[in-house]
């Protein structure tokens, strides 16, 4: 039955200012939609630049259904072309990562492409004399994504032609880039330690949302807290914690806690969760390295790096970034029901291995399937996911701290557990779900 397709009309009467329909992480239909046209008009965090050093190097991943393979080029550049031979279509590459050498080869009739995506060579070429492959898209080489932007570092792509160009889509948020990025002292991040990846029984937007959720902690993670807090009871108040107590307590902080870090949204569903504060604010500190940053970029400028920990700063809609520790998500929807997360922690050129130590203990500790948070967390998606199809409610509540008109204003300031911050992720969703789709006529 088509109950969306071409019917933008239907696609925004599921997102209302105060809750959205079940149907928006239930429906088949409305992910192949997503997969169209949604995911084609956002910009979406495809890797780091950090993962293809040298020339030839390539880094496969699938976004949106479309295999990519970023491409560090002999200038030093990066491109990001389809992953598909422009003969038959297949693959030119299967390994996740690697290294191509000067050339691409495809592994069913040898094709060969050079690292800018032009044709080098093709077996039996006297068969082809005569034909139209010199006129048809098989015979001009790979195919480049047009919408390419590597910022610090961090490479993002926007597979369809409609939306806003980068800087425009992600306005202000970039700072937490930045942020992030100069915490080392050098200006200069490299992934390390691997992908810790999960794959969930649930709607990619439950586990997006749950990002900026903190009213769950207390009741969702009571016990590990409470684990955590009975260790450490009695112990003095000034007295070292160690790495994983300096992490996990803070989880039980309060509603009060968690209400007063603040939170802002910015527009196209992008927000910092932890303006004032957050759960990372209180790291011992590191004198060697404050000084280093002083002298990198300044004493004003080091304490403004150094004072901002936000909780989570979202790139809408597959990003969400922690500065300290230097840790990011990356989300990456596989079906309505299914959606891989995977958790990668960064080292900072010039920084003390203290700060990769937190970054990677705070992964194996709150991201990790056997850890003891993201078990409570995926129980609960996955619980929801079902749940959701109880019938005699088809809507999700998203009232909390609801105002008339709150998006008069994209860019806003407000209460940390407010669900603003949410409802601003479905305003967003609506807005490039139906960008570039047109009505069906009657």
Not at 91 to 106: P, Y
Not at 160 to 187: C, H, K, T
Not at 272 to 293: D, K, T
């Amino acid at each position: 039955m088509n109950t969306y397709r071409n019917r933008p009309d239907a696609i925004r009467a599921l997102v209302q200012e105060d809750r959205v329909h079940r149907d928006l992480y239930l429906s088949e239909e409305v992910f192949a939609l997503e997969q169209q046209h949604f995911f084609a008009n956002t910009w979406n965090y495809l890797g780091h630049a950090s993962e293809v050093p040298n020339a030839g190097d390539y880094r496969a991943q699938d976004i949106a259904g479309r295999p990519l393979m970023m491409v560090r080029q002999a200038d030093g550049g990066i491109r990001v072309f389809y992953n598909r031979c422009a003969h038959k279509g297949t693959q030119l590459v299967s390994d996740e990562r690697g290294n191509a050498g000067k050339f691409f080869r495809c592994p069913y009739h040898a094709w060969t492409y050079k690292l800018d995506g032009t044709p080098l060579a093709i077996p039996i070429k006297g068969g082809y004399e005569g034909t139209r492959l010199r006129e048809c898209e098989s015979g001009q080489g790979l195919v480049a994504l047009k919408h390419v932007a590597v910022y610090r570092d961090f490479v993002f792509v926007r597979l369809g032609d409609a939306g806003p160009g980068f800087e425009a889509y992600f306005g202000e948020v970039l700072q937490a880039i930045d942020n992030m990025v100069d915490r080392s002292p050098e200006g200069r991040l490299t992934l390390a330690g691997g992908a810790m990846r999960n794959v969930i029984h649930c709607n990619w937007k439950m586990y997006l949302e749950n990002i900026n959720d903190t009213v769950h902690p207390m009741s969702t993670h009571e016990s590990a807290t409470a684990a955590a807090n009975a260790l450490w009871q009695g112990r003095a108040a000034d007295e070292p914690k160690p790495m994983a107590m300096e992490q996990i307590l803070p989880f039980g902080s309060g509603y009060d806690f968690f209400d007063r870090m603040g939170g802002r949204v910015f527009a196209h569903g992008h927000s910092v969760l932890g303006v004032n504060f957050s759960i990372h604010s209180n790291y011992a500190s590191l004198p060697a390295y404050e000084q280093a940053m002083r002298e990198a970029h300044g004493a004003e400028r080091a304490a403004d790096i150094l004072q901002r920990s936000p909780q989570n700063s979202v790139f809408f809609p597959s990003l969400s970034v922690k500065g300290s520790p230097q840790a990011i998500r990356v989300i990456r929807p596989l079906a309505a029901d299914r959606t891989l997360v995977e958790a990668w922690a960064f080292r900072a050129a010039g920084a003390p291995e203290l700060l990769f130590e937190r970054a990677m203990s705070y992964n194996r500790l709150v991201f990790s399937p056997m850890s003891v948070v993201a078990h409570d967390d995926v129980h609960l998606f996955e619980s929801m996911q079902k749940g959701l199809r109880g019938e005699g409610n088809e809507w999700v509540s998203l009232h909390r701290d609801y105002k008339a008109g709150e998006f008069d204003v994209p860019t806003q300031t407000t209460n940390g557990t407010n669900e603003l911050l949410m409802r601003n992720q479905f305003r967003a969703w609506a807005e490039f779900m139906t960008l570039d789709m047109v009505e069906a006529a009657l």
